[in-house]
């Protein structure tokens, strides 16, 4: 018997292999892209990374950096339409960075941290009667090591 009438006597089976032909890429393109990063050191002794911002998220969305050495970070949007906005504000650790990224643009924010902590990256873009894109996700950390 060949292996399409003993698939096709199971519906379990040809539901497993659909569902199993979906998850697989899936799976593959979330392993492949890069959530959390080391913030690497370049030969100037910057740390320098690229943030891609979309609707409504960050990627990666977790940083890691070293304190007491520049951090030079450029937020690359890749909407049409929507403006976001890039903030990292805690006062408690003399942090406040508030920058405008128009859609389709980027922008480069530098500074040294000083005061190892964690701290949030996001968007506060809001338009009258919806959640803010924070409230909706677009959140990320910056983790000072």
Partial sequence: MDLYLRVARKPFAMEFLVVMGLLLPISLLVAGSPLTISVPIDSDGVQRAMVEVDSFTFTPHHLIVIAGQPVELTFKSVT??????VIIDDPRFGLHIQAELPAGENRMITFTPTIPGSFAIYCDRKLPFVKSHREKGQEGRLEVR
């Fill in 80 to 85: 049409w339409v929507v403006p976001h906005s």
